[in-house]
Structure formats: C-alpha cells, structure tokens
C-alpha cells in the first residue's frame, strides 16, 4: 500500500455532467500530480500542486480544474463532460522534486455516457 | 519535441524465458528516467530511477540499464507474478514539473 487513497473507485456520469475526483496523499508529501490514463495508454498529466498552488499543468483545457488543501488532500474537477473524458484518473503525491518517492493512488475509473 | 517510445506493445514469455523491454526517448536534456510497474486496475508502482548513461540499478529479477537515447529492463527467470504493464516515464532538464510517459509494454509470462 502506497498511503495514497482515491475516490470513488469507479464513477459513470452523462455527457455535459460535472464531477469531482478526491485523493488523499500520503502524510507529509506537499505535491501532487493528477494524470489521464486511457484504455492502453500511458498516463497523461494534467496539472500539479504545490503547497495549494497549481504550478504546472499539461495540454488539458480548462474545464479540468484543481484544488489542494492543507490536509494533504485534493480534488479534481471536470465540468461539460465528454465522451473522450473516460479514462482512469490518478493521483500521484510526493515531496518537491523527489520523484523517486512518487507514490500513486489506486485511482477511478470514470465513464462518462 | 520530447517524447518517449516503448517497445515491444506487448510481449508474452514462457516462464524462466528471460528477455528486454526498451524505451527510446528523445528529450532536450534528460534529468531522470523511471521505470513503474502497473497492475490492472492499480495505479503504477515505482521500480527504478536512472539519472546518467552507464548507471544501472537491479531489483530480484529487474535490472534496468540505461545509455544517452535508451534504457532497457531485463528481466531475468521471469515467474506469472512477473505480468503485468510497464512503464517508462522521462524527466525532462528545466522541467521539473511533468513527467514525460510512454504507452507501456504489456507482459504476460506463461507458466
């Protein structure tokens, strides 16, 4: 076990819905990179956290929107939801540029109708 | 552009039957090189990090290598808990804020 828990596990909503992905990071870590995997695919990234700030984020557009809160846990957001969007969503939490300590969640696996 | 490739997309062994997979990249400046294993339905699972060509770092049957445009991982007397996806990710210089991923290597070891 990584320390790092998602939820849901599993999640179907309709196109043009909105929904919010949780993850919990591991006690301490003060970044967390959420990703986009698709059937077959390597994961994507989306944005990144630090100490509550978004400083990165990858070739998403901005329905796809992010929180991080003090307590280590976080939020993914996704409104005007598409087709294209199923996909399973990860969270990863570390310390500042330690990758080598990058721990994943189990993630959720959204399909959207 | 950065990117990184892996080949074989899928590969199937015979248990005991050792072999390689590899991932190619091409980056601007190459800061770090990780591999991840990724069980169905689980998140990826960190294996090695390389950071210089001629490092290499093993692990029971796992040992990954790497030169200036590729790392390989050999597996060595693969066993059936062998199976599963691997991925290779690239940290690119300058860039410390994203990995780059390649789409994976399934593996499936018969025993």
């Known amino acids: 076990e990584t320390g790092v828990t998602q939820s849901p596990t599993h999640l179907i909503k309709t196109r043009g819905q909105q929904v919010t992905l949780r993850c919990s990071s591991q006690?301490?870590?003060?970044?967390v990179s959420w990703y986009q995997q698709a059937l077959g695919q390597g994961p994507q990234f989306i944005f990144q956290y630090y100490r509550e700030e978004e400083n990165g984020r990858g070739n998403f557009p901005p329905r796809f929107s992010g929180l991080q809160f003090p307590n280590y846990s976080s939020e993914l957001n996704v409104n005007a939801l598409e087709l294209d969007d199923s996909a399973l969503y990860l969270c990863?939490?570390?310390?500042?540029?330690?990758?080598?300590?990058?721990?994943f969640g189990p993630g959720t696996r959204l399909t959207v109708l | 552009e950065d990117q990184v490739t892996q080949s074989p997309e899928a590969l199937r062994l015979q248990e005991g039957e050792s072999s390689s997979l590899n991932c190619s990249y091409t980056?601007?400046?190459?800061?770090?090189l990780f591999w991840y294993r990724q069980d169905p339905g689980k998140g990826p699972e960190f294996l090695f990090t390389?950071?210089?060509?001629?490092e290499e770092k093993e692990k029971e049957r796992l040992k990954a290598t790497l030169t200036k445009k590729e790392s390989f991982l050999h597996i060595t007397a693969p066993k059936p808990e062998d199976s599963a996806t691997y991925l290779c990710?690239?940290?690119?210089?300058?860039?410390?804020?994203?990995?780059?991923w390649g789409l994976g290597t399934s593996l499936a070891v018969n025993p």
């Open positions: 390389l950071y210089s060509a001629g």
């Open positions: 980056v601007s400046g190459l800061r770090g």
């Open positions: 006690s301490g870590h003060n970044t």
């Open positions: 990710a690239v940290q690119v210089a300058g860039n410390n804020r994203k990995l780059i």
């Open positions: 990863a939490s570390r310390l500042a540029g330690d990758y080598n300590e990058q721990f």
